[in-house]
């Protein structure tokens, strides 16, 4: 069970926030520093604090774009084959590596090319038909592990991968469930991952919907789920639960009072009651 204290989970975040350096090199230090944690638990974590960071500093490096182009083109001239010269810059500036390889390319081709075209450009920098800057867009690539088109395909990766084994699980569980498919074509709009047919006891309380979450559930996050989803949820259809497959801070289960029920795994077999179609009710062994 992966329920961090309050205190701990603010430990974890500060030694993130005072690291100086790629992200990737702070993962591996922070498993170091935290051993008692695994390290999918840690880098949810530190994904959540990276991708803090860059909305909070998005603009104001977007204001800088034209001087810190002027300021790679000054150290490329120096040294055209040194592609390490936007990761330097990054890790200077605090700044994702891939965020800033594409705000740098947004303004070198400004009127030239289209959003989309720079966009492909970050995803496969040799069409960037400058070969020093390609080739300090790849190295950008390979060293972001928490920004770009890699992290984005692994966190859809993860997403789905833990919402086939919510769905397998259930079902070794004996529910009976729509999956958000079959909500969507039935005509909802907001749809739990799991919603069930039956609905079954959860520690004596009938729920009706479990949703997946591949991630770590810190405060804020839960909060802004509380209120963007789970809550329509529980409005409609009744109490639920929300799995956090990479645990949560002990905070965010205060909300056991309105019904939604915070987990960092699938139930046991003796929380669960199932409800029969008759209304007899069987108790899971």
Avoid at 78 to 94: C, T
Wanted: hydrophobic content about 40%; some cysteine; proline content about 4%.
């Amino acid at each position: 069970m992966v329920v961090i204290s309050v205190q701990k989970y603010n430990e974890i975040t500060e030694f993130i926030k005072n690291y100086r350096g790629l992200m990737i090199d702070c993962d591996k230090e922070l498993q170091t520093a935290f051993p008692e944690y695994s390290a999918t638990v840690l880098s949810s974590i530190l994904s959540r604090e990276v991708q803090k960071r860059l909305k909070a500093t998005y603009y104001p490096i977007q204001a800088q774009s034209a001087r810190l182009l002027q300021q790679y083109e000054k150290q490329i001239a120096e040294n055209p084959q040194n592609d390490s010269v936007l990761l330097d810059m990054a890790v200077k500036v605090r700044f994702s590596p891939v965020g800033l390889a594409r705000l740098l390319l947004a303004e070198m081709f400004k009127g030239s090319r289209t959003k989309n075209e720079v966009s492909n450009m970050v995803k496969n920098p040799y069409l960037i038909p400058d070969a020093a800057l390609g080739a300090n867009v790849r190295k950008c690539l390979f060293n972001d592990n928490y920004d770009g088109p890699i992290s984005d395909f692994i966190r859809r990766f993860m997403g789905e991968e833990y919402e086939i084994r919510l769905k397998q699980m259930a079902k070794d569980a004996g529910l009976v469930f729509n999956d958000e498919g079959d909500l969507r074509r039935t005509g909802y709009d907001k749809t739990p991952d799991l919603k069930l047919a039956i609905p079954c006891l959860y520690r004596g309380t009938p729920i009706h919907w479990i949703e997946s979450k591949a991630l770590f559930g810190d405060a804020a996050n839960h909060e802004k789920y509380v209120r963007e989803q789970l809550s329509c949820y529980r409005n409609r259809f009744g109490a639920g639960i929300v799995i956090y497959w990479m645990g949560y801070v002990d905070s965010v289960a205060d909300t056991d009072a309105s019904m939604i029920f915070v987990r960092d795994s699938f139930p046991e077999a003796n929380e669960l009651t199932l409800l029969k179609t008759e209304l007899h009710v069987k108790k899971l062994t």
